[in-house]
Nanobody, 124 residues
Framework: QVVLLESGGGSVQVGGSLRLSCRDA????????MGWFRQAPGKEREKVAR???????RYADSVKGRFTISKDSAKSTLYLQMNSLKPEDSAMYYC??????????????????WGQGTQVTVSS
């Protein structure tokens, strides 16, 4: 069973950095489709970045050049390095996995395993 546990959120000032971690506590890190999503109050959940089955990464336009996904398979952990943070990056960040499809997608509804979320707050 895949169990995703996020950590690393917090409060930072504009221009600061945070690194989020997503550990598969079920130790079955087998999904090729994993991603980071975020949801701000009053807004829909949106993709931040996700992996592809070929190992490439797709980023939201709003975070390109600032955020980077990486993973450590030995630790069953997916990371999101966030640099040059802006107030509009403030949101609850979720790690998710799609274990039900052969191809990866940007669509939130395709992801069937979700972590509990970690809050990121960027203040000016």
């Amino acid at each position: 069973q895949v169990v995703l546990l996020e950590s690393g959120g917090g409060s930072v000032q504009v221009g600061g950095s945070l690194r989020l971690s997503c550990r598969d506590a079920g130790y079955r890190y087998v999904s090729s489709c994993m991603g980071w999503f975020r949801q701000a109050p009053g807004k829909e959940r949106e993709k931040v970045a996700r992996t592809n089955t070929d190992g490439t990464i797709r980023y939201a336009d709003s975070v390109k050049g600032r955020f980077t996904i990486s993973k450590d398979s030995a630790k069953s952990t997916l990371y999101l390095q966030m640099n040059s943070l802006k107030p509009e990056d403030s949101a609850m960040y979720y790690c998710a996995a799609d274990t039900a499809h052969l191809t990866c997608s940007d669509y939130v509804d395709r992801y069937n395993i979700w972590g509990q979320g970690t809050q990121v707050t960027v203040s000016s």
